[in-house]
């Protein structure tokens, strides 16, 4: 019964969550305010009724419109309540209230308003960022001493660095931007989340999915511009989730 409720709490407490984030995904990129007003439509700007901001349930009453304007809500913000809600959901089932749990968690909400943020705008948060790097080292001063909090910092460093050295080879090669500002910065808080060598397992993991995402785009969208950040966000989950399958073929390949 116990192990229900919390199933349940959970999954609501993802949801709002998840609203709360997509709302951080529109508001941080066009310079409104979390907590300057209640929630609007961003397109004829009307304040919102407390029952037209319920998680999806609003979403599927309104028949995806504005109850003002008649506009359609873009279906990413019912679509990240529902992500949200299924990756607390699937961090709780795999891992418990561990470290793993919390870990995957700060990456998965920083997952949710970056979507946002980055396929819509191009734009990933240094506040988010620097949130998730802060709730990271508390999380891991909680559950490690402060050798392992320190081994983990190191290894944000120097994923940055390694991000950053990619970046000017990239630019040298390419002869444009190759790598935006706030996905160097990003990759740098996966290395503090997942350390060294996991990090870099990650970034494989997302820049494979990228890569196959951008030759879908591409066909549709000719300049081939992919937010890169969701994805190096999705390799960490990946990473996270299959870590014991990961370490195990990395020994056999090793041995």
Known sequence: MAETLIIILITVLGLIFGSFYACMGYRIPNK????????????????????????????????????????????????????????????????????NFWISTILASALMVTIVSDFLYYYISDRVLLLSIVSLIITFLVFNDYNIVISHILSGAITFLFMLGIKYLGNKIFKKESLGDGDIKLFGVIGLALGLINSIISLFIGSL???????????????????????????????????????SF?????I
């Open 32 to 99: 409104i305010k979390v907590s300057q007003r209640r929630s609007f439509c961003p397109k004829c700007k009307k304040q919102l009724k407390w029952y037209m901001n319920i998680p999806v349930l609003s979403f599927i009453f309104l028949k995806g419109k504005c109850a003002y304007c008649k506009k359609p809500i873009n279906f990413i913000y019912p679509l990240i309540e529902i992500a949200s809600a299924s990756l607390f959901l699937c961090n709780y089932i795999l891992f418990g209230f561990t470290q």
């Open 209 to 247: 999915l990228g890569l196959i995402f951008s030759i879908i785009i591409i066909k549709k969208n000719k300049e081939g511009i992919i937010p890169f950040g969701p994805f190096l966000l999705i390799g960490a989950l990946i990473t996270i989730y299959f870590s014991e399958f990961i370490t």
């Open 250 to 254: 990395i020994n056999n390949l090793i």
